[in-house]
């Protein structure tokens, strides 16, 4: 991939799922090839697309599209790897750790220079919502203010693909993607805090995203 896109995180953000993907999809293939004897990415590749097409009416805008290339792809390595191996967690390293430092220097960027650490946190996560998740998710918003936003996903697009695809167990690996940037977020530095106590793939009735200043 180019420049580290991450560098850029403030709240002006406008994530874009086309240039932000397909690397992340990369950098799991290839971390995957470097540690696994036999692992075969142009094979996973291929049955990553055929599982997303027959996922396509899932595909509701430009988000979907690429988060369902994602999800089959993660699909299609756990069907690949050999099975005497821990897949699950091979493929949450896979998924959190090549790109997951970057994500981290970006977040801890953004928030230490932000003249509003809790404002710009709210922001990037509503840019998040509209642009990198889409209308394949469903949110609710139980507070909305400048002391907490509470952020309930009532929806989940990757559980709803990987459930589709008998394969839900593998949701926690995709929520583990998040705690590159969460792990970012100190309360005394930064003036707020954050808590995600469940996810759907963890067995929860939604994935709580709680922001509140402290």
Not at 42 to 55: N, V
Not at 88 to 110: C, D, K, W
Not at 121 to 146: L, P
Request: aromatic share 10%; charged share 25%.
């Amino acid at each position: 991939m180019s420049t580290n896109q991450f560098d850029s995180l403030d709240a002006a953000y406008v994530p874009d799922p086309a240039v932000e993907i397909p690397p992340l999809i990369e950098a799991f293939l290839t971390w995957l090839a470097e540690r696994v004897p036999g692992f075969d990415p142009a094979a996973t590749r291929a049955l990553g697309a055929e599982l997303a097409a027959a996922q396509s009416h899932r595909i509701v805008d430009e988000a979907a599209r690429h988060n369902l290339a994602l999800t089959t792809m993660v699909v299609a390595a756990f069907r690949l790897l050999p099975g005497e191996i821990d897949r699950h967690t091979l493929l949450r390293r896979a998924l959190a750790e090549p790109l997951g430092e970057q994500i981290a220097q970006g977040t801890r960027y953004a928030l230490d220079y932000a003249e509003d650490a809790f404002g710009t946190m709210v922001a990037i996560s509503k840019a998040r919502e509209e642009h990198a998740f889409g209308a394949g998710f469903t949110f609710h918003r139980a507070a909305d203010d400048d002391r907490e936003y509470l952020l309930e996903v009532r929806q989940c697009f990757y559980h709803e693909v990987l459930k589709a695809h008998d394969a839900a167990e593998l949701t926690p690996a995709l929520c583990a993607f998040d705690e590159s940037w969460i792990g970012a977020i100190d309360p005394d530095r930064h003036g707020l805090t954050f808590e995600r106590p469940t996810t759907l793939g963890l067995g929860g009735t939604h994935c709580p995203f709680s922001f509140r200043r402290s």
